[in-house]
């Protein structure tokens, strides 16, 4: 069995800075042909180590920053986003992305949505969807619910029908898709590559929407866990602003932390039990560290294992009825 502690995630993180950076200079040239990196800046700990890697790798002349604010994004993505492009040197753009959504009627059909829950919802209201908790402690399947605030800052929770849930999820997944889009705008005019930005944990478990934020040239980072992202972040020397940062999925009018919509546990305990689980630590072992009972470590062992099996066409390429041998990939 290996040995599993809370270190398990310590990193040689020059040996680490220069692995990626000579396999993205190699990825960018050879591989996709192209002559620089384009990366969407969220402000986040992911895009920014990945802005940063991608400097380090190609130069800042060869590196372009997007942001791609709209009407439910926090002010503050825009300021860490422009706070990283200054600090790198690079040049970047604002592209609002809200004309885009309404055209679609994104905002339209979402909160058609949300009023088969509260018919009373309209302007001035704000919400989100949760995952309340529960999962360590019994076998139940959880179920979604919508939390919103009213014009005087109630507080209203209700669950959320499957019908209403997909149709919320759809709509507000017409953000990552027109950001993907934006781009490849961009990089196609530069000729440059399109880098993405999952950490292991979001990409093993799926947390990302397919031809949205899973859409890209290079992914540098779906290798590390965010914990080592983290620690690559103070490592390059960014802003401290940035390093200490907490993760949100920044998609919804009211803040949203990814463990209350999608993970069991926080990044950092998520992170080690996927860690245990990849390498074969039993419940019973994986459970001294963590201060949770065997039973509750089994309860994540399964989720991740769910999650996987779940969200396992999300990585699949398109599916060809029979092979071009002529095309090898």
């Keep these: 069995m290996t040995e599993f502690h809370k270190n ?37 700990i992911d895009s920014s180590v990945t802005s940063a890697l991608a400097v380090k790798a190609l130069g800042p002349k060869k590196v372009f920053g997007l942001m791609l604010p709209e009407l439910d994004s926090n002010s503050e993505s825009g300021r860490l986003g422009e706070l990283l492009a200054k600090h790198h040197g690079i040049d970047y753009a604002i592209e609002d992305i809200a004309p885009a959504l309404h055209g679609l009627d994104c905002y339209a059909r979402r909160d058609e949505a949300y009023k088969q829950v509260f018919p009373e919802y309209g302007e001035g209201w704000k919400a989100k969807i949760v995952l309340p908790g529960g999962l360590l402690d019994s076998d139940r399947m959880n179920v979604y619910r919508l939390v919103v605030q009213d014009p005087d800052g109630n507080m ?50 799926g947390f990302f929407v397919k031809n949205g934020d899973g859409s890209a040239d290079i992914k540098p980072i779906a290798h590390l866990y965010k914990t080592q992202v983290y620690a690559l972040a103070r490592h390059l020397g960014l802003p401290d602003e940035i390093c200490s940062v ?22 950092a305990q998520m992170d080690l039990l996927l ?49 071009v041998g002529e095309i090898s990939l």
């Design 8 to 44: 398990v995630l310590d990193i040689d993180l020059d040996a680490a800075v220069d692995h990626i950076s000579a396999r993205l200079r190699e990825l960018v040239s050879r591989t996709m042909l192209r002559r620089g990196a384009v990366v969407a800046m969220s402000g986040g």
């Design 246 to 267: 907490i993760p949100t999925t920044d998609t919804y009018s009211l803040p949203q932390g990814q463990d209350e919509f999608y993970f069991v546990l926080p990044y």
């Design 156 to 205: 209203h929770e209700e669950r959320l029908p499957i019908g209403a849930y997909l149709q919320i999820v759809a709509a507000t997944n017409f953000k990552q898709r027109i950001r993907k889009t934006m781009e490849y705008y961009h990089a196609d005019r530069l000729n440059y590559a399109v880098f993405g930005t999952p950490n292991r944990l979001e990409y093993d478990q």
């Design 275 to 323: 860690w245990a689980h990849n390498h074969g630590v039993p419940a019973v072992e994986a459970a001294k560290v963590m201060d949770l009972e065997p039973v509750q470590i089994e309860r994540v062992y399964h989720d991740i294992e769910r999650k996987r099996a779940t969200t396992r066409p999300l990585h699949l390429p398109p599916q060809l009825v029979e092979k």
